[in-house]
């Protein structure tokens, strides 16, 4: 398996608190991801990143900001947790053709 | 943008027999990979089995298999054999490889499966 770790694993937050999640990977791979997955929804891009430095806007990015500065990690913000934003979170690399995906981050925003 | 559909919410299937999850997806490209991912009650995500479309022949990864129909866009999943271990959420998901977009996988909204002794 890809060495993908994700911090934490289990959050609960209040609404309108800054959340920030984590992705560390040890691969050196050049393409990072962030999904978020809910009930009837499948899994949808929030934000990926092609280098360092360099990020760029998926699907549903509204609330949510990232930070690459370096390989190893790719940063997911919350900027101010609302309910909505509970969902189980995913990270992923990917070098060339797989997708290698972290064990994802459980959030509830009460 | 690219649309990936799976209409199936869920399918069960009995132990050591046969089942065919359905995919299709919307695409004006000619070059992409498609891929079945496997997510058991652990939640962590499994790549079952991968297919380019320059490929004419299917897929096939021991008891998984693929039936690739490109010019109906549809790329369905077969277990053979089915297993209890088989029981999970299935993804279809696509990649292409052109410019930006080459960057994301899409996904559809996933077909839960249920194997019965």
């Known amino acids: 398996d890809a060495g993908i770790t994700q911090s934490p694993r289990h959050k609960v937050t209040e609404t309108g608190t800054p959340v920030t999640l984590r992705c560390h990977q040890t691969?050196?791979?050049?393409?990072m991801y962030w999904y978020r997955q809910d009930p009837g929804h499948g899994l949808r891009l929030i934000h990926y990143?092609?280098?360092?430095?360099?990020?760029d806007k998926g699907e549903v990015s509204d609330g949510y900001s990232v930070s690459r500065s370096k390989t190893e990690d790719f940063l997911l913000t919350l900027e101010s947790a609302t309910s909505s934003q509970t969902s189980v979170y995913f990270c992923?690399?990917?070098?060339?053709?797989?997708?290698?995906f972290g064990q994802g981050t459980r959030l509830t925003v009460v | 943008a690219q649309t990936v559909t799976q209409s199936q919410p869920e399918m069960s299937v009995q132990e050591a027999e046969t089942v065919t999850l359905s995919c299709t997806y919307d695409?004006?490209?000619?070059?992409?990979?498609l891929f079945w991912y496997k997510q058991p009650p652990s939640r962590q995500m499994i790549l079952v089995i991968r297919?380019?479309?320059?490929?004419?022949q299917n897929a096939t990864e021991n008891r998984f298999s693929v039936n690739f129909q490109k010019a109906a866009k549809s790329f369905s999943l077969k277990i053979s054999d089915s297993q209890l271990g088989d029981a999970a959420m299935y993804f279809c998901?696509?990649?292409?490889?052109?410019?930006?977009?080459?960057?994301?996988?899409?996904f559809g909204k996933g077909t839960l499966l249920t194997v019965n002794p």
């Open positions: 691969e050196n791979h050049r393409y």
């Open positions: 695409t004006s490209e000619s070059d992409y990979y």
């Open positions: 297919q380019e479309a320059y490929k004419q």
């Open positions: 990143s092609y280098g360092v430095k360099d990020t």
């Open positions: 998901a696509y990649r292409s490889l052109l410019g930006g977009s080459n960057y994301k996988l899409t």
């Open positions: 992923a690399t990917r070098e060339n053709t797989e997708a290698f």
